[in-house]
């Protein structure tokens, strides 16, 4: 049906309005009934899914992809449990960001608003598809979604009960639709006038493409190379457990790390500790020179620091300095996640600051990179751009902002010219009512 | 000199770094020393400009282009006092914008920090080139200049000043480049690992041509197609003398009105005398059916509606409601500044909460869309884009951010699985020092 993926989008980027202008008690409202209505509809979901594996299986697809496409009973309770926790937050819709008094009469105020409609072309996992709707829904963006073929019969039940639900609603079900066939998503990356922005999950690869491919601002991002370092004054008892987990703890996610610094000063005494501690864990290490002279390990090639393995296999560097440490993330990383384990202060404020990355850490695992350890109750996905949102984006990325002026007959040209009248530029508190709320001139 | 582009801006990238961990007062330094720097080099400034202006009237350049490349000692003085008003303006830099106790001990914040490396392309106001120079200083961004080739002679010797001043600070002058040659604007899209953010400022097709041939993020705006609606309800009395203002007083700005919106029940008594002011103030109206039964006009021709005049002209619809006026501005505005004249608080919530622009205004003139007039300090442009900045972008929508999070050893394996630990996520305020500075853990 590909045909009619330009007219669907354009009848979603028409209905994105009315869910744009509702009010949080009519979104909350919707939350609701989405989850029950999963509860409700669980037995075709779950028929669905069943069909979706047992194909996955045919085709012997690995076991780490089955078990992301699983959607079992635990992760419909997961998923229901994260739409309550979505729609108790609060609303991100309209808040006042900036208030400023321009002259008597005239106030501007900058407020938040849904960015529109967004687009997102993301991976098997079923349960990302209900997260993704109902941060959209929280926030107001009407949503063009994407799901990998393998879970196509599970996101078509999840979508068509999510719809149904939402024809209950006052907000009815046009700020929701789901494209299926793989050209689809070249008819998206063409539409810049209806989708505001796309948010691709997926191999490098394909998220490289689709930055390349379109002018459609696009969040996300390609490598998560992330790295930790063992300074010289690094608690050690705190060290060895947070490479372990950083390296370990889910080794396939963007946030765990590809390669370890350690400083020189402790080659001979912690390294070997750190060497068996990986070896227990069943980590492959590639070391460099120095690595090599003190721990069993493969030597390091050429490349192997720009590796993003995914997977149990972790590079180590010795090195001689912060310094050398912060070029070498500069150098090789991506700009994701980099973690320091110091005691020093002095190292970790150089540390926070000369690390340009989305998250810098000090004396913990890379790993609490994510939406709901930071607390914004679930994540659309990590972003590395230097624009809009940097790191894990919750409801806050998914914003744009709108500047309201109220006068009462101001004209520029009266602040021009000889006799300009002068400009207050008077900051006022941002937590009175907003202009749209009523808030006075 | 286009081979050495690249090298150019690798360069610029790598010295980018320094300023992205300069301090405030540093900063403030650097600022005083260009400010200095611009009337120590006058004489040789002036003499470039001169020369500019003089090839631009020998190869007869329209009046309005040149009146904007004079760059005389009224300007000069104009952008000194513009690089002192930047210079004490808050910090922008290390701002806490969020802090969250995640657990005892580990404590998440954002801050703000530098893009990085801006890429701006400008028109032929030379004026805009020093007011750029100074929002990147205070902000810690290295800049990548383009200006017009017609002042190519004025741009290079107030870019040769600037550096000379700049190697006289701790900062140095390695945070700022001028490209000189039209073929260095390619170069330039393609360096989407140098260079963090673009921001074209030029004609419509220039802006869109940047905007399809880049994978770097672009902020700005092609298209200023802004409206004016006189409700049913306007104090006509204040109307007449904004719908004046908001065509004329600069009708080659960006954020003048192009098409007029009046309420059917205005027609008789009121849009005669719009007409007569109009023809006053020498505008050339394009009216619609009714507009045309009412005043002298032009009659609209198709697509009329599309034009960004830039010049003394104007389109007038009589709509039959505020859904009608709505309804027009999304169809054919450019989601840059729309304004509504309505003593009726409902039609003005309506209108802030229903157009979707970057600037909804309410009994004032369009024109004053503007980051000075904002109380930025100055703009590097307006954005339309609904990601990150959107409308006058000043100091803050040149910084990005990032997320420290400092533990004390914390690894994510103990909040997993059955004997979980659980997330305080206890909001914190954001007044205290940062991380960086020392904020406790």
Not at 89 to 96: E, I, R, T, Y
Request: charged fraction near 25%.
């Amino acid at each position: 049906m590909s045909h009619s993926v330009k007219a669907r989008i354009k009848a979603l980027k028409e209905s994105s309005r009315v869910l744009g202008v509702s009010t949080n008690e009519e979104r909350i409202d919707l939350l609701g009934k989405v989850a029950a209505g999963l509860r409700r509809d669980w037995p075709t979901i779950r028929k669905a899914n069943e069909q979706d594996v047992a194909e996955a299986k045919e085709q012997q697809i690995g076991a780490a992809l089955i078990k992301r496409l699983v959607f079992d009973e635990q992760k419909l309770n997961e998923v229901v449990l994260g739409l309550e926790q979505v729609a108790a937050l609060a609303d991100p819709v309209g808040k006042v960001l900036q208030r400023c008094l321009l002259d008597d009469g005239l106030i501007l105020e900058q407020i938040s608003v849904p960015i529109g409609v967004i687009g997102m072309i993301f991976e098997s996992r079923p349960d990302a598809l209900v997260q993704i709707v109902g941060l959209c829904i929280k926030s107001g963006n009407a949503i063009i979604l994407k799901g990998g073929s393998e879970a196509k019969r599970t996101n078509l039940a999840l979508v068509e009960s999510i719809k149904q639900s939402s024809r209950g609603s006052s907000l009815g079900d046009g700020y929701v639709t789901l494209l299926e066939s793989h050209g689809d998503v070249k008819e998206m990356l063409k539409m810049n006038d209806e989708i505001d922005l796309l948010i691709p999950r997926g191999s490098n690869a394909f998220v490289t493409y689709v930055m390349e491919n379109t002018s459609i601002p696009v969040l996300g991002h390609s490598d998560g190379i992330c790295h930790l370092y063992i300074d010289e004054q690094a608690d050690l008892k705190k060290a060895l457990p947070v490479i372990i987990d950083a390296k370990t703890q889910y080794p396939a996610a963007c946030n765990a790390i590809e390669t370890l610094l350690v400083h020189a000063s402790l080659v001979d005494e912690f390294l070997p500790e750190v060497g068996k501690a990986l070896k227990e864990a069943n980590v492959t290490i590639h070391g460099d020179e120095r690595t090599q002279a003190a721990i069993e390990c493969i030597p390091l090639e050429e490349g192997d620091y720009f590796n993003e393995y995914l997977s149990l296999e972790l590079n180590i560097r010795v090195v001689d300095s912060l310094e050398e440490a912060i070029g070498h993330i500069e150098t090789y990383g991506s700009h994701h996640t980099d973690a320091i384990v110091s005691e020093n202060p002095e190292a970790v404020r150089r540390f926070f600051t000369e690390v340009d990355s989305a998250d810098v850490f000090a004396n913990c695992s890379t790993r609490f990179a994510d939406g709901f350890r930071f607390g914004f109750g679930a994540e659309v996905g990590i972003s590395t751009t230097k624009i809009h949102a940097r790191g894990p984006v919750g409801l806050d990325g998914l914003m744009s902002t709108k500047f309201l002026l109220a006068g009462s007959g101001q004209i520029v040209a009266a602040y021009s010219g000889k006799d300009a009248k002068r400009y207050l530029h008077k900051n006022l508190s941002v937590d009175a009512p907003s202009l749209v709320q009523g808030g006075s001139v």
